[in-house]
């Protein structure tokens, strides 16, 4: 991308293009020389299986766009009408479905590299910071998405999430009756709700490149967080990862396939086949999977303003991240406490999770305690979550730039290289330092 | 401006030679580009406020006679569910003595209904939290419980439980006569 570029124009076609616009060499230096780090492993396939999920979102959105009525009174029908009488149209609907939740899968997959190997530390903020922006926009095409069907779960999760905003003081009112277009969602709402979600995509695939482009500069991270020193550190892009990636995706399309043909709806919700009515809220109503950590954050706080602050806190605070990890060391591999509280954190998000599809007052285990503390049960998921919430932004807050102050690293290899060569069976002079320990 | 630069004498005008009079360009045109912006940006953000169809909101009428004491009849008005609710002298009871309690949004249930008719209770049907539709009934309170976030509301539709900030709401209606009333 910058730089030495090893491209040579082979045919006086591409001669005659390369002085004019040099695509092709943009290409081949960023997607077959590109140097990368000779040791990465599977953890750095989902950037590639996140590439092929926006294209395949893309591509089936614009085809159901072909048959879909933004309107309150067919979107539904024609919903059914996709599934039933397009040629196809079910395949292709459960292909997008079921695409946003693997979208989701991997970006949280790559987003968990990034906390465990310090990919977001310097130099490579920026790159992290549009990764949360991508994120971000993730959340909010998914979102708009799941509303366009039109049934009772679209119609109160517009409501609900919606209504968040509504919790602003003074501002709260107008801003929801603006994005309503109207004193409820309806169809106004449906109508812009769809343009947006046609519209989002692109953003995010702009978003993508400046997220691309922004790799390319410091180049990839790797396990061991140090800094390519020389070009024995690196391998070209093509063929080393493109068939390693390749067949990572390959693996990821069986699990995606296996949903979209075997199980379709599981991911879903059997509520969302109603037809939407204002007048009646589900009784139990939940956001997709992929929300839930965040609806548990929202439930765990009594108080309107304060659960919606919270919320829109624990997707804020990924954005200072960079600044809040205090530790020089990139890889947990050389972290011991770090990695424990990682996993901490892991559990605690996966609770959150867990958290979000119950109900809040119902108890996590046998009968309800009888011990109320505050206002609920201790015995609840509404504490459960409490509890997961604390930990959650304790993590971020207070455990990773203490941690970086207190804990002491193990020792960090001079190079990529290192480790590998140094390792005893393979050099029989094992008596340099290598405190190194593998596993 | 030709004759303006005949001769051999320096041109006063000369570009950099009167540096206020070029500011005073950069910053008039910066001013009138920067006004352009904001004036074309407010039609396309107050486009998505509500459309004049929309604002000319009709007014409802509804026969109080179809609704049995302690039932609960649940009308559409303005594309939110609205509560028309026949109280029993038990749950008016309940309320009446809970307007001394420790409530979130303090008011009594006098404030509540029209004077002498305490039997009928009109509220926008949403729940102040997030805007579900509160179920008729539930709670600790047995008035309402809003199934998405676990707030109870009393028999006078008044928070006492759980997250949502504010009492359900009570619109503008009236009695026509003694079993039409009008909301809106």
């Not at chain 1, 004193?183 to 106004?188: G, Y």
């Not at chain 1, 043909?261 to 991911?267: A, H, I, K, T």
Request: with cysteine.
């Amino acid at each position: 991308m910058s730089g030495h570029s090893s491209y040579e124009p082979k045919t006086g076609i591409e001669r005659w293009l390369d002085s004019r616009l040099p695509i092709v060499r943009f290409a081949f230096d960023t997607a077959l020389d590109f140097p990368t780090p000779k040791n990465l492993n599977y953890w750095w396939t989902f950037g590639g299986i996140l590439a092929l999920m926006l294209a395949i979102q893309l591509v089936t959105g614009i085809v159901l766009a072909m048959h879909y009525v933004p309107h309150v009174d067919h979107a539904f029908a024609s919903v059914e009408r996709i599934m039933r009488d397009v040629n196809y149209g079910w395949l292709i609907r459960y292909m997008h479905a079921n695409g946003a939740s693997m979208f989701f899968l991997a970006v949280y997959l790559h987003i968990i590299r990034n906390l465990y190997y310090g990919s977001y530390k310097a130099p490579r903020e920026v790159l992290w910071i549009l990764g949360c922006l991508i994120y971000l926009a993730m959340m909010a095409t998914a979102f708009i998405g799941y509303v366009l069907p039109w049934g009772q779960m679209s119609f109160h999760g517009a409501v609900v999430i919606t209504n968040l905003f509504g919790a602003l003081p003074i501002i709260g009112e107008p801003i929801t009756t603006w994005l309503w277009g109207g004193f409820a969602v309806d169809n106004p709402t449906l109508n812009r709700f769809f343009s947006l979600h046609y519209l989002l995509p692109f953003v995010i695939a702009g978003l993508v490149i400046l997220h691309i482009w922004a790799l390319h500069v410091p180049g990839n991270n790797n396990p061991t967080g140090v800094n390519v020193k020389s070009t024995s550190d690196t391998v070209p892009f093509h063929p080393y990862y493109t068939v390693k990636d390749g067949f990572a995706i390959a693996v990821f399309l069986l699990l995606y396939a296996s949903f979209v043909f075997y199980n379709p709806n599981v991911l879903g919700h059997a509520d969302n086949y109603v037809p939407a009515n204002p007048l009646v809220t589900p009784s139990h109503i939940v956001p997709e999977w992929y929300f839930l950590p965040f609806y548990a954050i929202l439930r765990a706080v009594p108080d309107k303003l304060g659960g919606v602050l919270l919320m829109f806190g624990a997707i804020a605070t990924l954005f200072v991240l960079p600044w809040l990890d205090t530790s020089k060391v990139r890889s947990m591999r050389y972290r011991p406490q770090a990695k424990l509280y990682f996993w901490i954190f892991i559990l605690a998000a996966l609770v959150l999770g867990f958290c979000g599809a119950k109900l809040p007052d119902d108890p996590v285990i046998g009968s309800p305690s009888g011990l109320m503390l505050l206002d609920a049960d201790i015995n609840s998921f509404v504490w459960l979550s409490r509890l997961a919430t604390l930990y959650f932004f304790a993590y971020f807050w207070v455990i990773l730039p203490v941690l970086g102050l207190t804990e002491t690293p193990l020792p960090v290899p001079e190079s990529i290289s290192e480790p590998v060569l140094s390792h005893p069976a393979s050099t029989p002079a094992g008596g340099v330092a290598s405190p190194e320990k593998r596993g | 401006m030709a004759d303006t630069v005949v001769g051999a004498t320096p041109d006063p005008h000369a570009p950099g030679d009167d540096p206020s009079r070029r500011d005073f360009i950069h910053i008039a045109a910066g001013a009138a580009a920067a006004g352009a912006v904001v004036g074309l940006a407010w039609p396309l953000i107050d486009q998505m406020n509500p459309a004049g169809d929309t604002l000319a909101l009709a007014s409802i009428e509804f026969d109080l006679s179809k609704v049995a004491e302690g039932q609960q009849v649940v009308l559409k008005w303005r594309g939110k569910p609205l509560f028309v609710r026949k109280r029993t002298p038990v749950e008016i009871a309940a309320a009446v003595k809970d307007d001394h309690a420790q409530l979130r949004d303090p008011a009594t249930d006098e404030s509540r209904h029209k004077a002498g008719k305490p039997e009928w209770l009109v509220l926008v049907g949403t729940c102040t939290h997030l805007g579900c539709v509160p179920t008729f009934g539930g709670g600790d309170y047995g008035g309402w419980f809003c199934p998405c976030h676990g707030s109870h509301y009393d028999t006078s539709g008044r928070i006492r439980k759980g997250p949502a900030p504010k009492n359900l709401v009570v619109p503008d209606w009236a009695f026509l006569s003694d079993t039409q009333i009008k909301i809106g």
